[in-house]
């Protein structure tokens, strides 16, 4: 665990308790995405409104056996896709299953490597990890690390490992960064259009895991998958100050 203490509480009680305060609620009222997007910042600042694609997920908790989980790399320069070598991450919470079945099925792609490097200090999937062991416990993950990378290798990952509804896509992306309170509302309300309105031609700029969302909204748009925006706020609406905020969008994918 890289930033367990840091971006979430690292003691298990306490990792538990602030999960219940996030996740509390009714589950949302509609079917269970085939995919989401979620941020990835400290919990204090964008955990209420990953949980709102979460709380999505919940109710398919019994059937949800596979997750494909994509995010960008911050820590470590390489090209390609980075999948671990190792059999399982570490939570406070407990062990979260890494799917080798399915990693091999990817070993023969020219743009996937094997390594854990990229994932020792990376906290993008990470932060997903509670999350994932508290609302799928059943669940195993693909981790995948994008660096650099085009949108149509991560496509090609997704419609590999695609499958039916045992599988779930999960992209961690944060939306703007560092502008003003009301300029980021306005950059990151465009970015969220542009998201339902299933373009895939976002830049670093809108969202820092754009190659991953643009991915994703290939592979809806091939799938005949549709975006629903779950919720859209800031750092400057949760635990921030108002004048270099990050913007966060939860994000829900569905038939059409």
Request: charged fraction near 20%; aromatic fraction near 8%.
């Amino acid at each position: 665990m890289a930033v367990s203490g840091l971006f979430y509480p690292q003691n298990a009680p306490d990792l538990d308790r602030t999960l219940d305060g996030l996740l509390k609620g009714a589950p949302l009222d509609a079917p269970v995405p085939k995919a989401v997007i979620v941020p990835h910042a400290g919990y204090i600042y964008s955990g209420a409104v990953a949980a709102q694609a979460y709380r999505a997920l919940a109710p398919a908790a019994g059937t949800l056996r596979r997750v494909l989980l994509f995010g960008p790399s911050h820590r470590e320069w390489f090209r390609g896709l980075a999948v671990p070598c190792v059999s399982a991450f570490a939570t406070p919470l407990g062990p979260v299953t890494v799917d080798r079945a399915a990693l091999a099925q990817l070993s023969g792609l020219a743009s996937v490597v094997a390594s854990d490097s990229p994932h020792t200090r990376e906290h993008s999937l990470e932060v997903q990890l509670p999350f994932l062991r508290r609302v799928l416990p059943a669940a195993s993950i693909v981790p995948v690390l994008i660096g650099e990378a085009s949108a149509a290798a991560v496509e090609t990952v997704m419609n590999t490992l695609w499958g039916g509804p045992e599988t779930v896509i999960i992209v961690s992306s944060d939306l703007s960064h560092y502008h003003r309170y009301e300029e980021a509302r306005q950059l990151d309300q465009a970015t969220a259009t542009a998201i339902l309105d299933g373009r895939a031609d976002l830049d670093g700029d809108e969202a820092c895991g754009c190659v991953a969302v643009n991915g994703l909204l290939r592979a809806a748009r091939r799938h005949g998958l549709r975006a629903r925006l779950f919720d859209l706020r800031n750092s400057g609406d949760t635990a921030g100050t108002r004048d270099r905020v990050v913007g966060y969008g939860a994000f829900g994918f569905y038939a059409d």
